[in-house]
């Protein structure tokens, strides 16, 4: 059975950390990117950042709302993705949700999903 297991998410101060992780099985992980996208209420899911599967070349994307601020990494022998999240502001307040595709960030379309983690920023 195909599991994307997100976790780490909850309520922290603007400015804050949170490092989210996204737990895999079911699959060959090293085969899959894995990517965040985000969902605020009354808005449209979001893209945040997505690694490449090790079996390519790892590279990293990030959308640029999130650039400086947050690093997405890989563990492998874990089969966990993870997504450090610093300097966090409010308008970050969203469902985190984590997505597997096959390969590599941008080809093709997500395959398997999780279910989503919340994360909130308080001004």
């Known amino acids: 059975e195909v599991q994307l297991q997100a976790s780490g998410g909850g309520l922290v101060q603007a400015g804050g950390s949170l490092r989210l992780s996204c737990a895999a099985s079911?699959?060959?992980?090293?085969?899959?990117?894995i990517g965040w996208f985000r969902q605020a209420p009354g808005k449209e899911r979001e893209g945040v950042s997505c690694i490449s599967s090790s079996s390519s070349d790892g590279s990293t994307v990030y959308a640029d709302s999130v650039k400086g601020r947050f690093t997405i990494s890989s563990d492998n022998a874990k089969s966990t993705v993870y997504l450090q999240m610093n300097s966090l502001k409010p308008e970050d307040t969203a469902v985190y949700y984590c997505?597997?595709?096959?390969?590599?960030?941008?080809?093709?379309?997500?395959?398997?999903w999780g279910q989503g983690t919340q994360v909130t920023v308080s001004s």
């Open positions: 079911g699959f060959t992980f090293d085969d899959y990117a």
């Open positions: 997505g597997a595709l096959y390969y590599h960030c941008g080809l093709g379309s997500y395959d398997y």
